[in-house]
C-alpha cells in the first residue's frame, strides 16, 4: 500500500514532541501524577440547575483541567465535594 503523501500540522508536531518529553521523564525516574478532584453543586429548587452546571463546566475548563462524568458515583461525589469532614460529629464518645 502506498502512503498518502500529507504534511503533518504543528499541533501533532507539538503532541509528539510532548509525549516523548513525557517518556525520557519516566525513563529518569519521575513518575507520572495525574490530577484530579470531584466538585459538585447544590442550588435552590428554583434556580435554574443547568445554567450554573455550564458555569461549573466553564470554571473547569477555564482552570485547564478536562470534566469528566463520574456516571454511577453521583451519590459519593456529592458526598465527599459537600459534606465538610468532621462536620456535625462529636467530640467525645461515650
Known amino acids: 500500500m502506498r ?4 504534511s503533518r500540522r504543528a499541533k501533532d508536531r507539538q503532541s509528539v514532541g510532548k509525549l516523548h518529553d513525557r517518556d525520557e ?3 529518569m525516574g ?14 435552590p429548587a428554583a ?12 470554571s473547569i475548563r477555564i482552570s485547564g483541567f478536562t470534566p469528566l ?4 458515583a453521583h451519590d459519593a461525589a456529592f458526598a ?3 459534606i465538610p469532614l468532621g462536620a456535625g ?6
Open 3 to 6: 502512503r498518502l503523501a500529507r
Open 25 to 27: 521523564k519516566l525513563e
Open 30 to 43: 519521575r513518575s507520572l501524577v495525574k490530577v484530579s478532584s470531584a466538585v459538585s453543586i447544590t442550588v
Open 47 to 58: 434556580w435554574n440547575v443547568q445554567d450554573f452546571g455550564r458555569r461549573l463546566d466553564a
Open 69 to 72: 462524568a463520574l456516571d454511577g
Open 80 to 82: 465527599v465535594s459537600t
Open 89 to 94: 460529629l462529636p467530640r467525645k464518645r461515650r
